[in-house]
């Protein structure tokens, strides 16, 4: 299995209150993905990193920030969560060539109350 | 923009059914296409991917050949088994940068004795 984890793997926070989730690889890829997973959405990309410091937004930026300071580390911030946020966050590495496979880690379950 | 849509589920089988569960794609140029399975609780892990047209995945018994004329993946097994219970995700690769995958929305697989 690809070296790759989450923290935390639950959160119930409250709605205004700033979020971070992290997500650590041990398998040196360039690129880095947080996707969250929604009934009837399937998953679908917030933002991704192809480097350090090198990020951009996904298809559901709004409301999310990211940060990778080390190769290893790529963290999701929610400034000031809301309810439409709770949701399954999942964090994904690649190496970033055409046909490269992405490899999942085991997921975030936040809920905003 | 880049799309996959997946049949509906839930679908119900029984054990040693056959098991077709469709997907077509929209995209520009020439994506890879990938079968994602997620079994409950967990993340999500690749089952088969194909790279170009005509190419066939497979991988523990489950098929999936790249048809560019048709637009499609569709998922086979000629078997299955009550562990093949979980949710099955199509996915393409875009062709611009970064490698981001789009998901169709999942298909719930039920099997039962």
């Known amino acids: 299995d690809a070296g790759i984890t989450q923290s935390p793997r639950h959160k119930v926070t409250e709605t205004g209150t700033p979020v971070t989730l992290r997500c650590h690889q041990t398998e040196n890829h360039r690129y880095m993905y947080w996707y969250r997973q929604d009934p009837g959405h399937g998953l679908r990309l917030i933002h991704y990193?192809?480097?350090?410091?090198?990020?951009d937004k996904g298809e559901v930026s709004d409301g999310y920030s990211v940060s990778r300071s080390k190769t290893e580390d790529f963290l999701l911030t929610l400034e000031s969560a809301t309810s439409s946020q709770t949701s399954v966050y999942f964090c994904?590495?690649?190496?970033?060539?055409?046909?490269?496979?992405?490899?999942f880690g085991p997921g975030t379950r936040l809920t905003v109350l | 923009g880049n799309s996959v849509t997946q049949m509906e589920g839930p679908v119900t089988l029984s054990e040693e059914a056959f098991l077709t569960i469709n997907c077509t794609y929209t995209a520009t140029g020439y994506p890879s296409l990938f079968w994602y399975v997620q079994y409950p609780g967990e993340g999500l892990q690749l089952l088969l991917k194909a790279t170009k047209a005509d190419d066939k995945g497979s991988n523990k018994g489950f098929e999936a050949t790249y048809r560019k004329e048709t637009t499609s993946f569709h998922l086979e097994k000629g078997s299955v088994q009550v562990s093949d219970s979980a949710v099955y995700f199509c996915a393409l690769s875009g062709t611009g940068g970064g490698n981001k995958l789009t998901f169709g929305t999942g298909t719930q697989l039920k099997v039962e004795l």
């Open positions: 990193s192809y480097g350090v410091k090198d990020t």
């Open positions: 994904a590495i690649g190496t970033g060539g055409g046909t490269d496979t992405q490899y």
